[in-house]
């Protein structure tokens, strides 16, 4: 079993529909979670970034963090053609030097 | 400011051959890494470094070699080409180390035949 699962989609919804991007994981050391998104051919991009519980809102973007039940999420409001990308979970403990166990990614299709 | 700076873009090796892949940054950031990224397997750590002089391993080493003998420099070397190291490879930069913001490259395709 991966330390982080995540799936790899894809998964296509239109144009400004609501959506949910998951990972869970097994390693309840993690503290740190990170969600970075990836176009085609590119280098990966921070998008958000918690640190232990709780919630993160930033524009569009909500990430939530659920310890109890090993989970993470990343909700994106009104999506946009341009959301378009694969979506990457990663994250780290200070028992392994914080170094990031990552996802799989989640293909993402926004459809116009 | 440039960001960091991955060359080539693409490169065809025969098994066996070796090459560098270079890595560059010039927001004088500490700690620079190494991932491969291949289909359905995420991102995994090859080698890191969190300073000028200081190498340590990741996840899968086996075949690379690293060193950092500048903060803005971190070329990793490919000793003897096999087609299991056909990947895309991605260089990233923190201001510390991973749990802060990390700043990747545009990353270089390598087919090995």
């Known amino acids: 079993q991966k330390e982080v699962e995540q799936d790899p989609g894809p998964l296509s919804v239109p144009e400004g529909a609501i959506v949910s991007l998951n990972c869970t994981y097994s390693n309840s050391a993690f503290q740190y979670f990170m969600w970075y998104r990836q176009y085609s051919r590119k280098g990966p991009e921070l998008l958000m970034y918690t640190y232990s519980s709780g919630n993160k809102e930033d524009g569009r973007f909500t990430a939530q963090v659920d310890k109890s039940s090993k989970y993470i999420s990343l909700f994106i409001r009104d999506s946009q053609p341009s959301d378009s990308a694969t979506y990457l979970c990663a994250m780290s403990a200070e028992d392994s030097n914080y170094q990031l166990i990552w996802g799989a990614g989640t293909k993402l299709i926004i459809k116009p | 400011n440039a960001g960091v700076t991955q060359t080539p873009k693409f490169q065809v090796l025969k098994t066996g051959q070796s090459m560098t892949l270079q890595c560059a940054q010039d927001?004088?950031?500490?700690?620079m890494s190494w991932y491969r990224q291949d289909p359905g397997m995420g991102l995994r750590l090859i080698h890191y470094s969190v300073g000028a002089g200081i190498t340590d391993q990741g996840e899968v080493p086996n075949g690379y070699n690293v060193s950092r003998s500048t903060t803005e420099d971190f070329p990793l070397r490919l000793l003897s080409a096999a087609p299991s190291q056909t990947s895309v490879y991605f260089c990233?930069?923190?201001?510390?180390?991973?749990?802060?913001?990390?700043?990747f490259g545009p990353g270089t395709r390598l087919l090995v035949l």
């Open positions: 927001m004088n950031h500490e700690y």
């Open positions: 990233a930069s923190g201001r510390r180390g991973p749990q802060e913001t990390q700043y």
